[in-house]
């Protein structure tokens, strides 16, 4: 028996022989941002209340990475093989070098923490494009309490999604569509980038949003024509994945839910826990990390991801 739900038979030929969801590990407090050491064969993410990065080995099980990790969130590899975060705690984009055991090497360096001479809210997560730019989300979920970063006031006003040239430094906004803007990843061919909102999170009067924005991707620098792809419930659409086909894998409150590049739910991966974030890893880059709340969960599929 499986534990992917297809829902369109489209997702069947990805979900067949995909077998249980398996928990590999416990413990954290709220888990976030995975991120695939392929040279170690291991997978590092973030407790984020808990101020440190975790590592699970197959053969070692989990360990502390690094503590205190001034509340990272969202991580991924450049093409060199560098570790980017998105520090919370420092309200900056991140790299850490990474010698051949998976351990950092040198002190860390920070890319961007201001624009145009204000400090950034608490970039959330971020994905690096082919040209080798870094296109990351600024809410401000790390400012508002002390819980996952350091209580401050917004010096930017609002949420934007923004670029980065690690070139040239140049740091710019390419969108203030979004209202909170969390996870996001590009298509495989780089055409369109989505983009959750998660506006609703902290809202009590029912406002707020908690789908998926799609954007075109103009000339590899820009954005245009903003449209909801999904309404992701229950729950919210937080981080983010694709796969080599296309489709959208998403967080929510109760499973990993799977979209068509055409905005069609085709498929549905139930967790006992509330998902935050998910990443592609494994040694053929088929296995499906899951990161949700006090867990780090494991399934295999028949695909691969977009980036892997």
């Known amino acids: 028996m499986?534990?992917?739900?297809?829902?369109?038979?489209?997702?069947?030929?990805?979900?067949?022989?995909a077998g249980m969801l398996e928990r590999l590990c416990t413990g954290a407090t709220w888990s976030e941002g995975p991120v695939w050491l392929h040279e170690t064969g291991e997978l590092l993410w973030s407790d984020i209340p808990a101020n440190r990065m975790l590592a699970w080995h197959a053969a070692r099980g989990m360990r502390v990475w690094r503590a205190p990790a001034e509340f990272t969130n969202g991580h991924v590899r450049e093409a060199d093989g560098a570790l980017l975060h998105c520090s919370?705690?420092?309200r900056a984009i991140v790299?850490?070098?990474?010698?051949?055991?998976?351990?950092?090497?040198?002190?860390?360096?920070?890319?961007?923490?201001?624009?145009?001479?204000?400090?950034?809210?608490?970039?959330?997560?971020?994905?690096?494009?082919r040209d080798g730019s870094i296109w990351f989300t600024d809410p401000p979920y790390g400012?508002?309490?002390?819980?996952?970063?350091?209580?401050?006031?917004?010096?930017?006003?609002d949420y934007y999604v923004f670029r980065l040239d690690p070139a040239s430094g140049a740091l710019r906004i390419v969108s203030d569509f979004v209202d909170e803007?969390?996870?996001?990843?590009?298509?495989?061919?780089e055409?369109?980038?989505?983009?959750?909102?998660?506006?609703?999170?902290?809202?009590?009067?029912?406002?707020?949003?908690?789908?998926?924005?799609?954007?075109?991707?103009?000339?590899?620098?820009?954005?245009?024509?903003?449209?909801?792809?999904?309404?992701?419930?229950?729950?919210?659409?937080?981080?983010?994945?694709?796969?080599?086909?296309?489709?959208?894998?998403t967080s929510?409150?109760?499973?990993?839910?799977?979209?068509?590049?055409?905005?069609?739910?085709?498929g549905r991966i139930p967790v006992p826990e509330k998902v935050g974030n998910?990443?592609?890893?494994?040694?053929?880059?088929?296995?499906?990390?899951?990161?949700?709340?006090?867990?780090?969960?494991r399934v295999a599929l028949q695909t691969r991801g977009a980036t892997s």
């Open 2 to 17: 499986s534990s992917v739900h297809v829902l369109d038979p489209r997702f069947a030929p990805l979900a067949r022989g």
């Open 88 to 90: 919370h705690g420092q």
């Open 95 to 129: 790299r850490t070098r990474l010698g051949p055991d998976g351990e950092a090497v040198g002190n860390d360096e920070v890319l961007a923490s201001h624009y145009q001479g204000r400090r950034l809210n608490s970039p959330n997560d971020l994905v690096v494009k």
């Open 143 to 157: 400012i508002l309490s002390d819980r996952e970063g350091h209580r401050a006031e917004s010096e930017l006003g």
């Open 181 to 189: 803007p969390n996870g996001l990843a590009f298509s495989p061919d």
């Open 191 to 249: 055409r369109v980038l989505y983009v959750s909102d998660t506006s609703a999170a902290l809202r009590e009067d029912g406002g707020g949003h908690h789908h998926i924005v799609a954007f075109d991707v103009v000339g590899g620098q820009d954005l245009a024509r903003p449209r909801i792809f999904a309404v992701v419930e229950p729950g919210l659409a937080d981080g983010l994945r694709v796969d080599a086909h296309g489709f959208v894998y």
């Open 252 to 266: 929510s409150e109760d499973s990993v839910q799977v979209y068509h590049p055409d905005g069609t739910r085709i």
């Open 278 to 297: 998910l990443c592609f890893g494994g040694a053929a880059g088929n296995e499906l990390f899951i990161c949700a709340s006090t867990s780090l969960y």
